[in-house]
């Protein structure tokens, strides 16, 4: 999920870069500081916000009542 998640915004990014790029320049694509930088802004403040959440939530539940169950759930069909 996290790969299908991640190509769509890659290519998302691809497709608009492609619909307004060729309005401002002419000849071959190149990727610039801005256009580097604004991509690492973005995804060092989503790592931010996902690590600060990772931080003060546990990503398996703690306390729960019934997660001796859980574990230990078998299916005879």
């Known amino acids: ?5 991640a190509l769509v915004l890659i290519m998302q990014y691809v497709d ?3 619909m307004v790029y060729p309005n401002f320049f002419d000849g071959h694509v ?3 500081f801005w256009e580097i ?3 690492a802004g973005f995804a060092g403040a989503f790592l931010l916000t ?3 959440f990772w931080s003060k939530h546990s990503l398996v539940p703690v306390k729960d009542p ?3 169950e859980a574990l230990n759930h078998h299916v005879a069909y």
Do not use: C, D, E, P
């Open 1 to 5: 999920m996290l790969a299908i998640s």
């Open 16 to 18: 608009i870069y492609w």
């Open 30 to 32: 190149v990727f610039g």
């Open 37 to 39: 930088g604004v991509f």
């Open 50 to 52: 996902i690590m600060s």
């Open 66 to 68: 019934r997660m001796h």
